[in-house]
C-alpha cells in the first residue's frame, strides 16, 4: 500500500505531535530553534537538532552534562537556570524571553533569545524544565546602527561614524523602509542629496529611477511644467510633450 493509501486515520495519527513528538523534532530542526530539556540538576537530557546548528555542540556532547554551555561567562540571561531549578517557588513558571551571548564549538559568539520553562509533578516538585532559544546574531548585525553605516556609506558614498551620524543613518534606513513622503533638510552642502540617495539605494525602488532637480535654479514660469511636464503647444515655446520629473520617477 502506498503513503497516499493510507488510511485517513492514520494519516491523522502521524501528523499529531502529541502521539508523534518526531514532528515537533522537525520543527525545530526546519525553523532553526534551539529547543532543550535539562534534569532537576540541570543537566541536558534533550538537545535538539536546531540547538547543534546553533551551537555546533551535538547531544552525544552536551546530553549529561551540566547547562554550561547556556551559562557561561557571556550569558547573562540563561545564568539563573540552575538556581531556578533549586528554588523556584511554586508561582515561579520559568524565564520569559532572556537574552544570552554564548560561544559556539567553533568559538564565534551568537546572541541568543530564549525561554524556559520549569516541569513539575503531581506534587509540584521541579523535575526538570524545557527551553527554547533563537539565534539573532544575524538579525542584529543586520539592523545595527553601524551595519546600517556601512551600507549606505558603500552604496552613495556617506562617510561618518559619531553617534549624530549613526542616527542620521538609522533615520535614512527608517525613511527606506516606509512608502511615506520624507522630508530631507539642512544647511547648503550638508548632503541632503547624499541622504536622499541613500533612502532611494536602501528602498524597495532601488530598482527605479532617481530624479533629482534643483527648484531654486528653474524659473517660476517654468517650474509647473518641470515637474509636472507638459503638452506640445501648451505655451509657446512647447514644441513636444514632455514628461515632468514627478512621472519619470514614478
Given at each position: 500500500?502506498?503513503?497516499?493509501?493510507?488510511?485517513?486515520?492514520?494519516?491523522?495519527?502521524?501528523?499529531?505531535?502529541?502521539?508523534?513528538?518526531?514532528?515537533?523534532?522537525?520543527?525545530?530542526?526546519?525553523?532553526?530553534?534551539?529547543?532543550?530539556?535539562?534534569?532537576?540538576?540541570?543537566?541536558?537530557?534533550?538537545?535538539?537538532?536546531?540547538?547543534?546548528?546553533?551551537?555546533?555542540?551535538?547531544?552525544?556532547?552536551?546530553?549529561?552534562?551540566?547547562?554550561?554551555?547556556?551559562?557561561?561567562?557571556?550569558?547573562?540571561?540563561?545564568?539563573?537556570?540552575?538556581?531556578?531549578?533549586?528554588?523556584?517557588?511554586?508561582?515561579?513558571?520559568?524565564?520569559?524571553?532572556?537574552?544570552?551571548?554564548?560561544?559556539?564549538?567553533?568559538?564565534?559568539?551568537?546572541?541568543?533569545?530564549?525561554?524556559?520553562?520549569?516541569?513539575?509533578?503531581?506534587?509540584?516538585?521541579?523535575?526538570?524544565?524545557?527551553?527554547?532559544?533563537?539565534?539573532?546574531?544575524?538579525?542584529?548585525?543586520?539592523?545595527?546602527?553601524?551595519?546600517l553605516a556601512q551600507r549606505a556609506r558603500g552604496l552613495v558614498g556617506l562617510i561618518g561614524q559619531s553617534a549624530p551620524m549613526e542616527e542620521v543613518f538609522r533615520r535614512i534606513q527608517l525613511a527606506a523602509d516606509s512608502d511615506v513622503t520624507t522630508l530631507?533638510?539642512?544647511?547648503?552642502?550638508?548632503?541632503?542629496?547624499?541622504?536622499?540617495?541613500?533612502?532611494?539605494?536602501?528602498?524597495?525602488?532601488?530598482?527605479?529611477?532617481?530624479?533629482?532637480?534643483?527648484?531654486?535654479?528653474?524659473?517660476?514660469?517654468?517650474?509647473?511644467?518641470?515637474?509636472?511636464?507638459?503638452?506640445?503647444?501648451?505655451?509657446?515655446?512647447?514644441?513636444?510633450?514632455?514628461?515632468?520629473?514627478?512621472?519619470?520617477?514614478?
Open positions: 500500500m502506498s503513503r497516499t493509501d493510507r488510511p485517513t486515520s492514520l494519516a491523522r495519527l502521524e501528523l499529531d505531535f502529541d502521539k508523534d513528538p518526531a514532528i515537533l523534532h522537525a520543527l525545530g530542526a526546519e525553523l532553526g530553534l534551539g529547543v532543550f530539556t535539562v534534569d532537576a540538576e540541570g543537566r541536558f537530557v534533550g538537545w535538539s537538532a536546531g540547538a547543534e546548528q546553533i551551537t555546533g555542540y551535538s547531544g552525544a556532547e552536551v546530553r549529561g552534562q551540566l547547562c554550561q554551555i547556556l551559562e557561561g561567562p557571556n550569558c547573562k540571561g540563561f545564568s539563573g537556570l540552575t538556581a531556578l531549578l533549586h528554588s523556584a517557588t511554586p508561582e515561579e513558571t520559568g524565564m520569559e524571553n532572556q537574552e544570552c551571548r554564548v560561544l559556539t564549538k567553533d568559538s564565534r559568539q551568537v546572541h541568543l533569545l530564549g525561554s524556559v520553562r520549569v516541569l513539575r509533578d503531581a506534587s509540584q516538585t521541579i523535575y526538570g524544565a524545557v527551553g527554547v532559544f533563537w539565534d539573532l546574531t544575524e538579525v542584529l548585525s543586520v539592523n545595527s546602527p553601524h551595519a530631507i533638510t539642512g544647511e547648503s552642502g550638508t548632503g541632503k542629496e547624499l541622504a536622499a540617495r541613500a533612502v532611494h539605494t536602501l528602498s524597495e525602488r532601488r530598482d527605479k529611477p532617481f530624479v533629482a532637480i534643483n527648484c531654486s535654479a528653474i524659473p517660476e514660469s517654468l517650474l509647473e511644467s518641470e515637474l509636472f511636464g507638459h503638452v506640445k503647444g501648451s505655451f509657446t515655446g512647447a514644441i513636444q510633450d514632455r514628461r515632468g520629473v514627478f512621472e519619470s520617477a514614478n
